[in-house]
């Protein structure tokens, strides 16, 4: 029977799958998906090619392991109780506007767009274990939402695609295009509330909590209205 890694040897296992996975982004955007072998990117992360195979034994598990990584949210799979739906949608707003905010999500979207005609696969796995489980969160919530009585939502994915689209369309599209793009914390958080505040308009029963008021127990902080975000195309 082998005997269980040592905390110390998971420890140094798991600072060397994250030099590696580093490495093999910054080769992905430096060289393409397709000219950045393995042991290119064992060289540049510091690794041996074993320690390398050991842990990605192909480059498209090594590709998973980045999208993943991207997307990952410690939170992603607590999805808000049902009840006051301003209140909930404000968390996976925040946890969304996080996501996208990252350098790393952009540096994965500009690798799959890049690689896209002869790697399609690449979309493929950035959508399934990507972007797929967050919007299912999402879904999840407003089913859920709908079931309580709390929201009038006859098409969920529909109001999901919406809600997120709302985020992204001023946080991460901009900034992969613009190169200057630069949002505020400030600002982000007023992407969010209004985000919010128009599905609540939208979708909202009699017994949903007003937007004012679910943003502020969720936040913690004042009802005041914000200015609707500008147009992000400028």
């Not at 490495?23 to 042991?39: K, M, P, W």
């Not at 925040?94 to 690449?122: G, K």
């Not at 200057?180 to 914390?185: F, G």
Request: no cysteine; hydrophobic share 45%.
């Amino acid at each position: 029977m082998t005997p269980a890694p040592s905390a110390y040897h998971q420890r140094v296992a798991e600072e060397k799958r994250a030099l590696i996975v580093q490495a093999a982004t910054e080769l992905f955007l430096e060289l393409g998906y397709d000219r950045a072998s393995l042991a290119r990117i064992a060289d540049s992360a510091g690794v041996s090619k074993a320690t390398l195979f050991k842990q990605f034994p192909t480059k498209a598990a090594l590709f998973d392991a980045i999208v993943v990584d991207s997307w990952a949210e410690k939170d992603i799979a607590d999805v808000p109780p049902a009840g006051d739906l301003a209140a909930g949608l404000t968390v996976l707003g925040r946890r969304y506007a996080t996501l996208v905010s990252q350098p790393e999500m952009t540096d994965l979207f500009r690798i799959v767009i890049a690689e896209l005609p002869r790697f399609p696969e690449l979309a493929k796995a950035h959508f399934s274990q990507g972007k797929l489980p967050y919007f299912e969160s999402v879904r999840i919530y407003l089913l859920a939402e709908r079931d309580a009585g709390i929201a009038d939502i006859a098409d969920p994915e529909m109001a999901a695609t919406q809600f997120l689209g709302m985020i992204s369309n001023y946080l991460f599209w901009p900034n992969l295009l613009l190169p200057d793009w630069t949002v505020t914390p400030a600002r982000a958080t007023e992407v969010v509330e209004e985000a919010v505040r128009t599905m609540v308009a939208r979708y909202g029963t009699e017994d949903a909590s007003r937007p004012d008021e679910g943003q502020s127990s969720a936040a913690g902080g004042s009802p005041n209205r914000v200015r609707p975000p500008a147009s992000p195309i400028r």
